[in-house]
């Protein structure tokens, strides 16, 4: 089974502009969650999606946003980019959505750089 | 807020030598998780623990859940250079929290041939 894969891999944009990352989970996971990874603020959720509905969010502006589509394939929005936004995204795929103990599945992660 | 602290951050040891990362909150976790994360890839889940007290073996890593579900280690007999890597406690946090999982701030391991 192909594992979780996201595009791109690396990507680098300026303030002020927006990005959109994409991500596939592995075949037959509905659930897919995106998280922040930077060295001050370590690994951070910032939204999971289910069967195309968004389940949790964290504590993140309105800035960033997603949506998933009926294939389970999920997509990341980051608008008006700031320099802070500078972080490895990472998306994890899992069967079911809401359990404490659902394994998931991480993918390789987008390194995005604002300039 | 509910934190996991991870101690140590940095650990860099020898080829052979036993090792002990923890996990420490001042909540109470249904259940937590450890990671193991290699440059340039996301996290790999280890293990799961839910029940208070309980322990995991892994080959040569053993994982523990404190009795009151506050605290986990994760100790490595004979580490080998393969098992560098960042190493992350998470569990879910309680009600307050619309996040769905809190990870700790991770240990980053390093063991010399």
């Known amino acids: ?115 | 807020t509910q934190l996991l602290e991870q101690s140590p951050q940095f650990l860099s040891i020898q080829e052979g030598e036993n090792l002990t990362v923890y996990c420490n909150s001042s909540s109470v976790f249904s259940s937590l998780q450890w990671y193991r994360q290699e440059p340039g890839e996301g996290p790999v889940l280890l293990v799961t623990v839910v029940t208070g007290g309980e322990v995991k073996k892994l080959k040569r890593l053993t994982f523990q859940f404190g009795d009151a579900r506050k605290d986990s280690s994760l100790h490595i007999t004979a580490a080998q250079p393969g098992d560098t890597g960042l190493y992350l406690c998470a569990g879910p946090p309680g009600y307050s929290s619309a996040s769905k999982i809190i990870f700790g701030s991770g240990t980053r391991l390093s063991i010399r041939p």
């Open chain 1, 1 to 115: 089974k192909a594992g979780v894969t996201q595009t791109p891999r690396y990507l680098i944009k300026t303030r002020g502009q927006q990005v959109t990352l994409s991500c596939s989970p592995i075949s037959g996971h509905r659930s897919v969650s995106w998280y922040q990874q930077t060295p001050g603020q370590g690994l951070q959720f910032l939204f999971e999606y289910f069967s195309e509905t968004q389940r949790n969010k964290g504590n993140f502006p309105g800035r960033f946003s997603g949506r998933q589509f009926s294939n389970s394939r999920s997509e990341m929005n980051v608008s008006t980019l700031e320099l802070g936004d500078s972080a490895l995204y990472l998306c994890a795929s899992s069967y079911i959505a809401g359990g404490s103990t659902d394994t998931q599945y991480f993918g390789p992660g987008t390194r995005l750089t604002v300039l």
